[in-house]
């Protein structure tokens, strides 16, 4: 939310991150990735992902990787990242193309 919210924006600076680290929220190599990195919200979605698969890799998330737990996870994180990605569009009011179209 720090990119399109002027209320979490002091997170994505690099004291609001130093912040985080402070209060155990984040390490400082995460925080040095998230600073090296221009899209922090995908880095996290990618730190994610790598997290569940690693879960099903070592059997933490089931035992297979067809596991009920393992594709409901990943299909709420595909949902997250498709809601961040909708924020900064529903904010600006911004109508989906083909609705105007239509409305034409």
């Known amino acids: 939310y720090a990119s399109v919210s002027a209320r979490f924006a002091p997170l994505a600076t690099p004291n609001g991150l130093s912040g985080l680290v402070q209060a155990g929220a984040l390490t400082k190599r995460e925080r040095e990735a998230l600073m090296d990195s221009g899209n922090a919200h995908n880095t996290v979605i990618t730190w994610i992902v790598a997290l569940q698969t690693a ?3 070592d059997g933490r998330l089931g035992k297979e990787e067809d596991s009920l737990v393992a594709r409901t996870l990943m299909t709420k994180t595909l949902e997250l ?3 961040y990605a909708q ?3 529903e904010l600006s009011g911004r109508m989906p193309l083909a609705y105007r179209s239509l409305r034409q």
């Open 87 to 89: 924020i900064g569009d």
């Open 81 to 83: 990242r498709t809601a």
């Open 55 to 57: 879960g099903v890799d």
